[in-house]
């Protein structure tokens, strides 16, 4: 491999322990602005320094991201669909490689669609957004995507997150199922796991555990970060699973810990607070 592309994969899984939390931003690209992501600069402000990269739209890293932040970006190239359209599957690429390169993306990422009406077109797409990407040491994240019509179970996930290794995927995103382990044995190049929807935080962070405990290298997690009523404590317990080993337990009882700790503040007027600050500096650094 070459040293451009193992350094970019280094800034995404981490090599101390081969780990890996990605807080997933990128969903307006087919749901424009879905619940709690209306203004995406609010949302990723005070989550960006908890993750280990930011999966994100060049749209909404451009105008939502601080250029100073040193966060690693993985950019979305894919789109052409959206929520109300005919068919969601019907992505192209949408970002050249050289953008991704302008906006020092670490990685770049697109959807696979295997088994929908527009595999061929997905899968063709991804095969070249390889080779081109290549060409400049810059690794591919592909998505599984799964549909209504499309499976979720071992079977279905084995095949599409294969087949997306096979066409040169440095990385595969797809979906946790039962019989996660098989996924993860038959796909040679690492996985990372969707969120999916929105579930209780205490669920969210077993299937974090599980998905590590069966081989992925981490997550790549939205909704359930930051549709959770405190976000910062959210990613703080998922944190502690893909890093700090964790288990449920410990990491549910730290997001209960922190998420108090934030309930506290907010009661505390926020306003005196500001202004003990500007009236004593040097005491609020301590
Ligand atoms: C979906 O197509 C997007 O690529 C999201 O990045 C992905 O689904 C992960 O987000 P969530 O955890 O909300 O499923």
């Avoid at 179970?153 to 095949?159: K, T, V």
């Avoid at 997550?219 to 890093?243: K, T």
């Avoid at 730290?254 to 500007?278: D, G, R, V």
Wanted: aromatic content about 6%; some cysteine.
């Amino acid at each position: 491999m070459d040293w451009g592309l193992k350094n970019r994969l280094s800034r995404i899984i981490k090599s101390h322990d081969n780990r890996a939390l990605m807080l997933a931003v990128d969903h307006g690209y087919f749901l424009g602005p879905t619940e709690k992501l209306e203004e995406p600069n609010k949302v990723v402000a005070p989550l960006l320094k908890y993750c280990d990269s930011l999966m994100v739209t060049r749209g909404v890293q451009r105008t939502s991201v601080p250029a100073t932040s040193d966060t690693p970006m993985v950019l979305r190239v894919s789109g052409g669909s959206s929520i109300i359209g005919d068919d969601l599957s019907q992505e192209d690429i949408t970002v050249s490689l050289e953008d991704a390169i302008r906006l020092n993306a670490s990685a770049v990422a697109m959807s696979i669609f295997v088994g929908s009406k527009y595999e061929y077109q997905t899968i063709v797409n991804l095969g070249k957004l390889v080779s081109e990407a290549e060409r400049y040491g810059m690794p591919v994240l592909a998505v599984t995507a799964v549909g209504k019509e499309l499976g979720k179970d071992a079977r279905y996930l084995s095949l599409a997150c294969r087949i997306a290794a096979e066409q040169g995927a440095h990385i595969v995103k797809t979906y946790y199922c039962d019989n996660f382990e098989k996924v993860v044995q038959s796909c040679p190049v690492p996985i990372i796991v969707a969120g999916g929807k929105k579930i209780p935080e205490r669920d969210a962070l077993q299937l974090t555990y599980n998905a590590i405990k069966a081989g992925a290298v981490g997550v790549d997690m939205g909704r359930n970060i930051w549709q959770s009523e405190h976000p910062v404590a959210m990613i703080q317990a998922a944190r502690s699973i893909i890093h700090g080993n964790s288990n449920v337990e410990q990491a549910y009882n730290l997001y209960k810990k922190l998420s108090t700790q934030s309930k506290s503040k907010k009661l505390n007027n926020p306003t005196q607070s500001k202004s003990k600050k500007l009236n004593n500096p040097t005491q609020s650094k301590k």
